[in-house]
């Protein structure tokens, strides 16, 4: 564990110290917040979260992305789950890159205590426009999942493949399409997230995401397929 995790904090602290040195970039970011509540026959509360920050600069960009969901019914928690992703592109042309991915999912009641990737890959952007972008990134990577009953450790290396498109439809109006492969010899999971984005004025904006997951091997008595849909405010910076 302590050289998986010395190898992480190396390649993750590499990017950082380049652009430490980097003519300071623009920085993006938004924050979204959705909420939930009924009453009646049953009672729910849900409250999804999410947090992004990007910076672009001359030789790379880095993003993180953080993400929590909770989900109570009738007082009882039925869902619950919290992710983190951080990527930094070393770009080498205008459509070439090098794209290292870490990644983390804790997610109650999925029959893992957490789910983690690590990947380094080329990048390629397909199509880099100023009101649409097509990225497509593969390459090699490493997974280690921790089952919740047994505390088991599954280890595998992983081939990972990834699209991500945004599409501004018209000002104030942004479509976005993330999807994934990490395939191993135990395992393969495939993740789609589909957005759409409608600013009200402002910084202010609300989103429609709908996010599905499916795991080929899960544990015993666990759904293969688990999906959102959420409604956010988003707060743009």
């Keep these: 564990m302590l050289k998986q995790t010395t190898l992480l904090a190396a390649l993750l602290a590499t990017p950082f110290a380049v652009m430490a040195a980097e003519e300071q970039g623009p920085w993006t970011g938004a924050a979204e917040l959705g909420t939930i509540f009924t009453s009646g026959n049953t009672e729910t509360q849900s409250i999804n979260g999410n947090f992004g920050v990007k ?10 992305k953080l993400q929590a969901l909770t989900s ?3 007082g009882t928690t039925s869902k619950e789950k919290y992710s983190g992703l ?3 592109d070393r770009n080498y042309t205008e459509h070439s890159y090098l794209a290292i991915v870490a990644q983390q999912e804790r997610a109650r009641f999925s029959g893992y205590t ?7 890959g080329y990048g390629y952007r397909i199509i ?16 280690r999942d921790k089952l919740e009953a047994t505390d ?3 280890e595998e290396a992983i081939g990972r493949f990834a699209l991500s498109y945004n599409w501004t439809i018209r000002e104030g109006v942004k479509f976005v399409e993330l999807f994934s492969v990490e395939s191993g010899d135990s395992n393969t999971i495939y993740k ?3 957005g759409l ?7 202010l904006a609300t989103k429609l995401t709908y996010k599905v997951k499916y795991v080929e091997e899960v544990p015993a008595d666990k759904e293969n397929t688990d999906s959102e849909f959420g409604v956010t405010l988003v707060y743009s910076f």
């Design 55 to 64: 910076h672009d600069g001359e030789v790379w960009d880095s993003e993180l």
């Design 72 to 74: 109570k019914e009738d």
């Design 86 to 88: 951080v990527q930094f």
């Design 114 to 120: 957490y789910q983690s990737t690590i990947s380094a």
């Design 128 to 143: 880099n426009e100023d009101n649409m972008e097509l990225d497509a990134e593969i390459g090699p990577g490493y997974r």
């Design 152 to 154: 088991e450790i599954q």
């Design 192 to 194: 789609s997230e589909t």
């Design 197 to 203: 984005q409608s600013q009200i004025n402002g910084s």
